[in-house]
Each structure stands twice: as structure tokens, then as C-alpha cells.
T-cell receptor, first 117, second 116 residues
């Protein structure tokens, strides 16, 4: 079945540095990718929606300059956390939707656990 | 506004007990989808079921069953004869159509612990 791969699975970085997280669709073309954030013991909150070749749409309260999203190809979207701070420590997980998959189960990556020290 | 409520934050059962996880949703849409996902300690989201708003038939898949009732806006999930491997956080979610694509609105999750 369709698979979404996310890399890295874990990352620890120092405060002030930037971290890039990749989300790849392995056997389908992902026209839309979603980025979610999950704080410990909390639910998943949508951060942004990206469509291939266009700017991402950010949810209210999400800083677009801090969380840079690039969806340059139909199989890859990246989330860059710029100038990370400890409060950005969270579990980031992406999901992908391909053409003809409207309302189909969104395929999720395995997530990236970010720890900012 | 779209909203998903999972009132049970944590449930503990002993192996072989049946357990029901509740999910209540709110939406103005007439066409929508409901989902259940399992999130084991490793963190990945495992898709369990999708149900569209026009299909109120209950579904059974092995030890899992789902009861969809539009009249009460509920989509409850029952695990029969629970096993330790069922221990996880379970999320109910509602699709929200936006800009011709769909994003998921998640409930707060129910942490299920199954003890041997």
C-alpha cells in the first residue's frame, strides 16, 4: 500500500539552530501534504497544508516565518524549524494525499521527535 | 465549528475484557468522514477505519467494531477481548473540507492500557 516516509525520526538540536524534516511519499504522487504537531500527551494539531508548487497555507497561530514549508516536488515536502527554541520541542508528523485520494485515509509518516536543548 | 470530543482520557482494563472508546463529533457539513487511528508508544499513526456520513452501517473487523450513529453524532469504537498489544492512544478524527482538500480534526485521544 501507499507509504509515507519521514526523516529523521529523532533529532536533538541546540537552541538557535535550524532543523529540517523531510516527508516523502514513496509510491504515489502527493499533491497535498499536511504537517501536524503533537505536544506530549496531547492531540495532533494541524500546522499547515502544502500543495505542490504553491505556498503553504498555515493554520491560525502558526508562524510561517518560523516553520518554513517547501513542497517542491510531488513526492517531497520539507518542514524547517528555524531558530529553534525549547518550546518547539514536539512530535512533528506529516501526512500525504494523492490525486484521486480525496477523503481517503491520509497516509502518515512515522513522525519526528524534535528536542531542542 | 468542527469538533471531535473524546471524553475518556484514559481507560485501564484487564486482558480479555471488552472496552468501548467514545467519540462525539460536531460538524455543519452534510458530507464528512470519520476516522479512527491508533498511536502506539513508538508514535506512528496506524489507520483503523474510515466511515463516510452516508453509511451508518456498523462495521466489524476481527476484534474491532464500530458503531456510527448520526442521530447522536457518535462514532464509538469497541475492542472485544482486549489484548496487551492493544495498549495505545486512540484518536477519533473528522475530515474537514478546505480548499478542495481534506484535513483532519483530531479528538484529544483516549489512552488505553490493557494489563495482563
Amino acid at each position: 500500500g501507499a507509504v509515507v516516509s519521514q526523516h529523521p525520526s529523532r533529532v536533538i538540536c541546540k537552541s538557535g539552530t535550524s532543523v529540517k524534516i523531510e516527508c516523502r511519499s514513496l509510491d504515489f504522487q502527493a499533491t497535498t501534504m499536511f504537517w501536524y504537531r503533537q505536544f506530549p500527551k496531547q492531540s495532533l494539531m494541524l500546522m499547515a497544508t502544502s500543495n505542490e508548487g504553491s505556498k503553504a497555507t498555515y493554520e491560525q497561530g502558526v508562524e510561517k516565518d518560523k516553520f518554513l514549508i517547501n513542497h517542491a516536488s510531488l513526492t517531497l515536502s520539507t518542514l524547517t524549524v528555524t531558530s529553534a527554541h525549547p518550546e518547539d520541542s514536539s512530535f512533528y508528523i506529516c501526512s500525504a494525499l494523492g490525486p484521486g485520494q480525496d477523503n481517503s485515509p491520509l497516509h502518515f509518516g512515522n513522525g519526528t521527535r524534535l528536542t531542542v536543548t | 465549528a468542527q469538533k471531535v470530543t473524546q471524553a475518556q482520557t484514559e481507560i485501564s482494563v484487564v486482558e480479555k475484557e471488552d472496552v468501548t472508546l467514545d467519540c462525539v463529533y460536531e460538524t455543519r457539513d452534510t458530507t464528512y468522514y470519520l476516522f479512527w487511528y491508533k498511536q502506539p508508544p513508538s508514535g506512528e499513526l496506524v489507520f483503523l477505519i474510515r466511515r463516510n456520513s452516508f453509511d451508518e452501517q456498523n462495521e466489524i473487523s476481527g476484534r474491532y467494531s464500530w458503531n456510527f450513529q448520526k442521530s447522536t453524532s457518535s462514532f464509538n469504537f469497541t475492542i472485544t477481548a482486549s489484548q496487551v498489544v492493544d495498549s495505545a492512544v486512540y484518536f477519533c478524527a473528522l475530515s474537514e473540507r478546505s480548499y478542495n482538500t481534506d484535513k483532519l480534526i483530531f479528538g484529544t485521544g483516549t489512552r488505553l492500557q490493557v494489563f495482563p
